[in-house]
């Protein structure tokens, strides 16, 4: 496969359910590197497109790219071979391992084509390595050995964050990774988002105005299936169209 500058593009995608147009001839492109947050409100298709990209919807029109490569028909296996990495559509926690266990074990499991069979211990101390620098960089690094299911429910979703992280992805890929959580939980979670690497390419899905703002460096509106505002922090902040569908949330 050929890697272009180009980890995302989304070149008009449409998808339908039945008779309700979830995206409407959505596009855009994060390059390497980028950070690029998708904000609108409740059911304005900031989930279907998430789904999109992982190949668990194919688009009713239109073309997901990743990296070079169209994804059309892909399954959402294959698509996350290719170096995507999603978070929190489902709780993949293994609760009875320790939180080390788990995040070695998301590194196994979603990096196939990384791993050496020929030498297992390598690929065990080089696993270890990584899931060690995800923790500590998910400020869970002191609570490595504890059970899973011991942790509060903020610290599971920093779990959950350092297991995608450890994939060491080419896109992360972040639905709402703030929803459920108490307002202390959210600060902190909010803060251990803000300070990823800064050289991963990610694609942040938020309800959160204030959030995305401070993330992103381009954001993208969607209202209603459709792309109502695309632009920097700053001309996003300035637009009439977005303060009117954000007024009084
Ligand atoms: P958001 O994540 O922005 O809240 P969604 O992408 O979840 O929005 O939903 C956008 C619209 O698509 C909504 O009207 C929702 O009901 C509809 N929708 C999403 N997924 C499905 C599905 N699997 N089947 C039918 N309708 C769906
Ligand atoms: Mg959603």
């Given at each position: 496969t050929t890697r272009s500058g180009m980890p995302l593009r989304v070149e008009r995608v449409t998808r339908r359910f039945g008779g309700v147009v979830a995206l409407k001839d959505v596009s855009l492109d994060v390059p390497a590197g980028g950070r690029h947050a998708v904000i609108g409100p409740n059911g304005a298709g900031k989930s279907t497109l998430f789904r999109v990209v992982s190949g668990e919807y194919p688009p009713s029109e239109g073309r997901v790219i990743l990296d070079g490569q169209s994804i059309g028909g892909m399954p959402p296996n294959r698509v996350a071979a290719l170096g995507f990495a999603r978070s929190f559509?489902?709780?993949?926690?293994?609760?009875?391992?320790t939180v080390l266990e788990n995040v070695v074990l998301a590194v196994l499991a979603h990096l196939p084509g990384r791993r050496d069979l020929w030498n297992p211990i390598r690929t065990q101390t080089a696993a270890l390595a990584q899931a060690e620098a995800a923790l500590a960089r998910m400020d869970l690094l002191g609570k490595a050995h504890e059970i899973a299911a011991n942790l509060s429910h903020g610290e599971m979703r920093q779990l959950e964050l350092a297991m995608v992280l450890a994939q060491d992805p080419r896109l992360l890929m972040l639905d709402e990774p703030l929803a459920g959580l108490s307002a202390h939980e959210r600060d902190h979670v909010q803060q251990l988002i803000l300070n990823l690497p800064r050289e991963l390419t990610t694609v942040l899905i938020e309800h959160d105005l204030a959030f995305c703002l401070e993330f992103a460096d381009h954001v993208t509106v969607l209202s209603n299936g459709e792309l109502l505002a695309t632009g920097t922090p700053a001309e996003i902040r300035a637009n009439p169209e977005v303060q009117r569908v954000y007024v009084g949330s």
């Open positions: 559509q489902t709780s993949s926690l293994f609760t009875r391992d």
